[in-house]
């Protein structure tokens, strides 16, 4: 079921490419020995290579030549064992050496793929050009003066990946779906952390337009610096229906640069004035063309964690869980790894049911990740434990690990102190439900009657007389032969 | 007797490690030397007396101790490309204000750690882009050197003025100069100095003032090539913060002084005759160069450069394509000279014209147009191509020649008013010394002679990939037979 | 020949240098004249030739990833014409 906009001459097409950039996750910077790490004073994670000092030269960084090949290899993607770096050349108070390095003629990675699940079930697969290496630029602010922007450049050279897609998103949705499954795959490999609000992942977004059926593209205008998947998916939504009506009102879209303002919900021309871009690109002459060895390719290869497709396909093979909570338990590695530790030991299946129900929603009510859950996947494991050889039931596990959200306490040490040792003395629980049929006997009158659905009432007064620690199944067992009596 | 103003660096060296004389006697008769004649030769645009004192003193508590490395209490001149820790450095450009930079550059740092003394900063063409030192925005320097039938000021050559003319005149033992298409060779040639351009990747770009990165090599001057090669030893090594700096251990250059050219193939690239308008006393003085060499024992071949007379215009694009980026960092924001505006690009605009000399400027348009869009294929990828084609001139001729024998330039220095005023034909003072800087290849330039009007004339030799040895050995035959005793008018030891 | 004033104005205003209405015929004719002497290499035969990319002798090297530099603010801010507080400044930017 294809994405169609209805225009006022009929139905249109939308067609999408992201350039997303994504922060790599690095001790230094992509070419000076100065902090990556986000945050810090102003101007303290800055060398003076970074601050594009007289004299100052760059010298690559190892570990992000690495990260762009796992991440290559993460895609599925061509590794380009020669690659070089340029210089993209402009001014910006936030851009020291009036230049930016980066792969324009060469990248390093080429054409690879990601494979994206959209709501329906469907997968699409959505090509990626290329994967390049540059440099992040400082940061300029605006509000601490009324006629001054002040420069802090910790940002200033740590190193991106471009990672461009191919003009292959038919929908919002897709590009959600493509944009959540890039930031999975960057986060299982630890090349990127994928954290929108600290801007280690923007997207630049090319929309454009055209009627189903037409094979060329139509003209395509970029909207720069997204920062977050919604309002990604919300961009495109009101740029393709702007450009709808530029082309339904008999004119054409001019390629260029806008900006999407999400509290206006519009786009707008960046276009500054009379200055058109000319970039300048030529070769870094301060760095060699950077040339990498198959063979080393190869050691990240092997090295390489799981993937997400890889994982869900084992995690369904493995422990017989659904594709859906295969695919929810895959979302973060760190939920995968915590799964399959309460699942060795556990009734997997179990397990998948316990994590996605009342163990998230523990953490979601006391806003804990799964990387400092209150529950260690040990305690999880021992609490379904506790179920399987029935020395509590389903319902009581409930109390047991909210307090143990709650104290921190084990599973069994809880079920002691409290004593919810489920009962499984046919005798204890025969006794306490003739207590509840002789207190009842207009019910169990009308029960006989016909009246099926009071069985759930003596089944609730029964479990409420012991404390709820009634072998839920004997208790109906037994119900029912009395009941018959 | 001879005074402290003949010594040169090597006998200098010898004659304070056999404390025949200390550092301080020796800084202080150069600190004096400047105060008398830098007023007029203009080399210095700034002067550290005081460090250059305080230098020699621990130089001299070292040699006492018999310590002390092979420059111990040697007072030179930093061309002011080098970044200097704590001393203002200026690049000869008013764009870099009062820049102090809070670091050394590796060149002048491996000076330092053998225990040389630095005098002061040393004046050049504006970030070294000139031929005779007339760029400057510190004023043009003064050639020591005087033709016999005029008092006419004459240009020390550039970029490497301000060094040149200090050596020559005896106000420092040696200076470091920069070579981007001839800085050091066709300057030590203006002023009958001896001057080393080393192996592209030799000497460490770190902390050097950038023109031309794929280009820029820092090197020796002195007055023969015995110092130089004392020099040479020194400035150069790997350098891990340069990622084109090569990784190959610096042999003893002072010992290949001795090597002799017994055996040595010379070869005369024939391009250099018909190719470069060359005049007659350099033509003659050529002729003599071989016969020199041939006298010595080395063989003269005859060898072709194809590509010569194309050296220079790609020399130009390539050299102000890296240029107008390598110099986009000076916009008044971090560091330099600021002229105050109320948009960013006002004040980018208004600092940068500011800034930047007449003859920077022009580079700096012409780099940004031979880039731009619709510009580049056919200006710069087609100068790095025929880069490409001048490298493999030179390699082709190295299979069958050790070295290259060539004059440094097309004639001797010329008066600073007769400074041709079409900027190309300032560009052709470079032509014999462009090729190699593209090529990569070391070459270096000795005094040989005196033209008609009494002013010196260098000759060039260009070696292979990191052979100075036999170029400093085929040099050193030359200063042999050449004898070049000659003084400029200006010294220090002449007495007013 | 002459650069005209339009495409003077054009570079000047990319390599951000302010030009006084004089010089931009001056620097046209300068520019023209250089960029008329280049053109020499259009007789050269480049067909096949690979664009030099340094001079081919250097190693490829990389670095450690190691924090070996920066946190030297007073460094970074020692020499700025203008700054203010940790920061440097400039004329406000509008977006």
Known sequence: MSYRITGSTGEWEIVVGLEVHAQVVSEAKLFSGASAEYGGEPNTHVSLVDAGFPGMLPVLNQECVAQAVRTGLGLEAEINLFSRFDRKNYFYADLPTGYQISQFAHPIIGKGKVLVDLADGSTREIGVTRLHLEQDAGKSIHDQDPTRSFIDLNRAGVALMEIVSEPDIRSPEEAGAYLRKLRQILRYIGTCDGNMEEGSMRADVNVSVRKPGETDYRTRCEIKNVNSIRFVMMAIEVEAQRQIEVWEAGGTVDQETRLFDHVRSETRSLRSKEDAHDYRYFPDPDLLPLVIEQSWVDELKTALPELPEAKRARLEAEYGVSRYESSVLCVEQATADFYETVARGADARLAANWMLGDFFAALNRTGRSIEDSPVSAEGLRELLGLISNSTINGKIAKEVLEDMVETGDSASAIVERKGLRQVTDTGAIESAIRDILAANTDKVDEYKSGKDKLFGFFVGQTMKAMKGKGNPALVNETLKKLLSE | MSGIHDFTLASARDALKARKISAVELTNAHIDAIERLDGQLNSFITRTPDRAREGAKAADAALAKGEGGNLCGIPLGIKDLFCTNGVRTTAASKILGNFVPPYESTVTANLLKDGAVFLGKLNLDEFAMGSANLTSAFGPVENPWKRKDSDAKLVPGGSSGGSAAAVAAGLVLGATGTDTGGSIRQPAAFTGIAGIKPTYGRCSRFGTIAFASSLDQAGPMARNLEDCAILLESMAGFDPRDSTSVDTPVPNYEASLKRGVKGLRVGIPREYYTKTGLSHDVALLWEKGMRWLQEAGATIFDVSLPHTEYALPSYYIAALAEASSNLARYDGVRFGERVSAPSLDGLYEASRAAGFGEEVKRRILIGTHVLSSGYYDAYYLRAQKVRTLIQQDFLKAFENVDVLLTPTAPSGAFAQDEKPTDPVQMYLNDVFTVPASMAGVPALSVPAGLDARGVPLGLQLIGKFFDEETLIAAGHAIEQAAAFHHRPTLHAGVSA | ?95
């Open chain 3, 1 to 95: 020949m002459s650069l005209d004033a339009k495409t003077v104005t054009r570079i000047a205003r990319l390599a951000r240098i302010g030009l006084q209405p004089g010089e931009v015929e001056t620097l046209g004719q300068d520019m023209g004249s250089i960029i008329d002497w280049v053109e020499q290499l259009k007789e050269v035969d480049v067909m096949g030739v690979d664009p030099m990319i340094g001079t081919g002798l250097a190693k490829p090297r990389l670095r450690e990833d190691r924090v070996t530099d920066g946190d030297c603010r007073d460094k970074v801010l020692a020499n700025a014409p203008e700054r203010e507080g940790p920061f440097f400044t400039v004329p406000k930017v509008v977006e």
